[in-house]
């Protein structure tokens, strides 16, 4: 064997036996301190950079006792398993000051109504990787963290797993949560049953249950919300008690704060949502403009940019694009717009394009119940107003088809229509005392309406009075034709009379 070996060995065992002393070997500038045989070197001890080198397997004492097999750092822990009384129970901690020498690994019973369901052991199971990590854990079992402070301050909460450095760092005793990405979960302390993945997702959750989120910031201001659900970077970023959402897409239901149950797909739909509930937005920047309107449904891209009104809906392209707080509109087809942005009770179908509306009937069912009717009386307007209506043909030429809406005639239409001018048909109802009529809808002065469905029941009043002034001269006629029969009578009596005369005269002559 090395003769160094040898001596040093020697010397150690001489020390050994004379007494009880400290122990000093000192190796020579560049030398090296080996345990070998004849082939194998087992360990070895570098005086050069002070490295100490292991060739087979490093056994830690594994007794029974507490505090066995562990290595240290420093003076600080670095890696060991502790489990506290009741023995092995699957800990495993790695990291300067992962888990901790105070776990409480004591069984209890736990049982429903009379019957015993057996014991159930805490503190176990719990696996941490990273600096402080798990470091408080006290009851906690079943946990997995990975990251330098993720569950830094758990104490009972279970079945947790966190990944990233600060996730779910200020949970206690908060169960089921999964945690990934840096400061995921960061503040929640008793929350249950809730998911992030993403950069600082459901940072701020403390109490509330049940959320996930996906995206960086997703969910980030969220502290006692419950149910969301939230997929896409700042999706439902700022929601902090709002309930049961469901946000996907970059900046879905972004300023969401207290609004509940709204649902939004793509890109900025309702973005700028902070109170308004009960909202359904699909399509990219589908209803983007909400802040505290409710009950409203968007469906496709750039739909409904609605921002207090209630009750809408708009389907198609654009659809619903101009509303700002009009209520119960229906808007179905690309660019259809109510008469107003303020508008309400309003059903559009189409844009100004639609030529035709095409169904299996060519009438519309409404409400005509005499019991939901009062005052009822004949209509005084007929047909003296329908003479005084104009009707026109015309040539369509749009101001909207032109840029700044100016027209210069380039565009119009060369096939002709007919119909009303809304102006002229406002004159007429006005000087009959008849705007309630609404013949025309003036909400947009700009783009003034037509009606003229509401000319029906007046049509119908000057039929029945043509129809009476016919059956007036009718009768009269009947008279004229009994008069003059009876004139074509006289008139043949007379002739009669007067031929017997003439007889009579000649034979006399």
Not at 63 to 90: C, L, S, V
Not at 160 to 176: E, I, R
Not at 279 to 306: E, I, P, Y
Not at 464 to 469: F, H, P, T
């Amino acid at each position: 064997m090395n003769k160094m070996f040898i001596i040093l060995t020697l010397s150690v065992l001489l020390l050994s036996k004379v007494s009880a002393q400290n122990i000093t070997n000192t190796l020579g500038t560049n030398g090296t301190f080996s345990i070998k045989d004849q082939s194998t070197t087992y360990l070895s001890l570098n005086q050069t950079d002070g490295s100490l080198s292991i060739n087979r397997n490093l056994m830690l004492s594994n007794t029974g006792a507490q505090m066995t097999g562990f290595i240290f750092k420093g003076g600080q822990r670095f890696i060991h398993n502790f489990q506290g009384p009741g023995g092995d129970k699957g800990n495993l901690f790695i990291g300067i000051n992962s888990g901790n020498f105070a776990l409480n690994n004591a069984a209890r019973n736990t049982s429903i109504g009379s019957g015993t369901m057996g014991a159930i052991f805490d503190g176990v199971n719990n696996s941490a990787f990273g600096y402080f990590s798990l470091t408080s854990n006290f009851q906690g079992s079943n946990n997995s963290s990975f990251g330098s402070y993720s569950m830094y301050s758990n104490n009972f909460g279970n079945n947790n797993s966190a990944y990233g450095s600060n996730s779910l760092y200020n949970n206690g005793s908060g169960s089921n949560n999964s945690a990934f990405g840096y400061n995921s979960l960061y503040s929640n302390s008793i929350g249950l049953e809730n998911s992030a993945f993403g950069f600082e997702s459901l940072k701020n959750n403390a109490i509330g249950d049940g959320n996930s989120a996906f995206g960086s910031y997703s969910l980030w201001e969220n502290t006692s919300g419950e149910s969301n659900s939230a997929f896409g970077v700042n999706s439902l970023v700022k929601n902090t008690i709002g309930n049961n959402n469901s946000a996907f897409g970059l900046n879905s239901l972004s300023w969401n704060t207290s609004g509940t149950e709204n649902s939004s797909f793509g890109m900025y739909s309702l973005y700028n949502n902070s109170t308004g509930w009960h909202n359904s937005a699909f399509g990219f920047d589908a209803l983007r403009n909400n802040t505290s309107g409710w009950q409203n449904t968007a469906v496709g891209h750039h739909s409904l940019l609605n921002s207090i009104g209630n009750y809408n809906t708009a389907l198609g392209y654009n659809a619903g694009s101009t509303v700002t707080s009009g209520w119960n509109l229906t808007l179905i087809g690309i660019d259809a717009n109510p008469s107003s942005p303020t508008a309400g009770d309003q059903i559009t179908l189409g844009n100004g394009f639609v030529t035709s509306l095409r169904c299996n009937v060519t009438t519309i069912t409404s409400l005509s119940d005499a019991r939901d009717k009062k005052n009822i009386k004949d209509l005084s307007l007929g047909l003296d107003f329908i003479s005084k209506l104009k009707p026109r043909q015309f040539n369509w030429d749009k101001r909207e088809w032109y840029d700044k809406n100016i027209s210069n005639g380039s565009r119009m239409q060369e096939t002709p229509t007919a119909g009303f001018v809304a102006q002229e048909l406002d004159e007429a109802q006005s000087e009959a005392g008849g705007e309630w009529l609404n013949l025309v809808l003036k909400d947009n002065p700009e783009k003034w309406e037509a009606t003229p469905g509401n000319l029906l029941p007046i049509m119908v009043k000057a039929i029945q009075e043509l129809k009476a002034e016919n059956d007036e001269l009718r009768a009269q006629v009947e008279i004229l034709m009994r008069v003059e029969e009876r004139l074509t009578k006289l008139e043949e009596t007379l002739i009669q009379k007067d031929n017997s005369a003439n007889i009579k005269l000649a034979g006399e002559k």
